[in-house]
């Protein structure tokens, strides 16, 4: 079946750098994009970024344009996302979540991994 | 960027009664429109994608509809299993994928 792993998420000070993983498994990681959507505390859900299937494309959330790199190692079915810059707002459980293709719903999450930016 | 806006914001309702959710998209977005269902502490879980169609394993109860601007989720007969937030996402046009704000469900 479908899973989806995220890891790496902790406490980390104000303007350093921490990387999440999204480990993946039960179909062809290399056919689908994936997207990280994350979750402040008691608030929605604001989307991320999204990098395509080849790895070709990457869409940032403006509020993290630059700050932030997706990037994908299709030989270990994982997903990255870099977090550079931290800032306290950045602070939320972040999701890996699959999405065949830009046009298409999110049909998998993983159970997320909490970031925690200290000032 | 598309703006999702959702109402009510929270719903209060009894077991076995019928339940309609509202989004509304600043721009048309199709039939581009997925609904997710999250309870507290964990991951969202895809109820409806394509506006009308149910996910694998959803049950017929949940139900969506609408086109264009103005989307509904309907359950037709609340379970004790069903409370959570509600929320709307576009894929249309993108980036972003936005969502909208939520609807919690809770049960009497």
């Known amino acids: 079946q479908v899973q989806l792993a995220e890891s790496g998420g902790g406490v980390v000070q104000s303007g350093r750098s921490l990387r999440l993983s999204c480990v993946v498994s039960?179909?062809?990681?290399?056919?689908?994009?994936m997207h990280w959507v994350r979750q402040a505390p008691g608030k929605g859900l604001e989307w991320v970024t999204f990098i395509w299937f080849d790895g070709s494309k990457q869409y940032y959330a403006e509020s993290v344009k630059g700050r932030f790199t997706v990037s994908r190692d299709d030989s270990k079915n994982t997903l990255y996302l870099q977090m550079d810059g931290l800032r306290a707002e950045d602070t939320a459980v972040y999701y890996c979540?699959?999405?065949?293709?830009?046009?298409?719903?999110?049909?998998?999450w993983g159970q997320g991994t909490l970031v925690t930016v200290s000032s | 960027e598309i703006v999702m806006t959702q109402s009510p914001a929270t719903l209060s309702v009894s077991p076995g009664e019928r339940l309609t959710l509202s989004c509304r998209a600043s721009?048309?977005?199709?039939?581009?429109l997925a609904w997710y269902q999250q309870k507290p502490g964990q991951a969202p879980r895809l109820l409806i994608y394509g506006a009308s169609t149910r996910a694998t394993g959803i049950p017929d109860r949940f139900s969506g509809s609408g086109s264009g601007t103005e989307f509904t989720l309907t359950i037709s007969s609340l379970q004790s299993e069903d409370f959570g937030v509600y929320y709307c996402q576009q894929f249309n046009s993108w980036p972003p994928w936005t969502f909208g704000q939520g609807t919690k469900v809770e049960i009497k």
């Open positions: 979540a699959r999405g065949r293709l830009a046009r298409s719903h999110f049909d998998y």
């Open positions: 039960g179909f062809t990681f290399s056919s689908y994009g």
């Open positions: 721009q048309s977005v199709s039939i581009n």
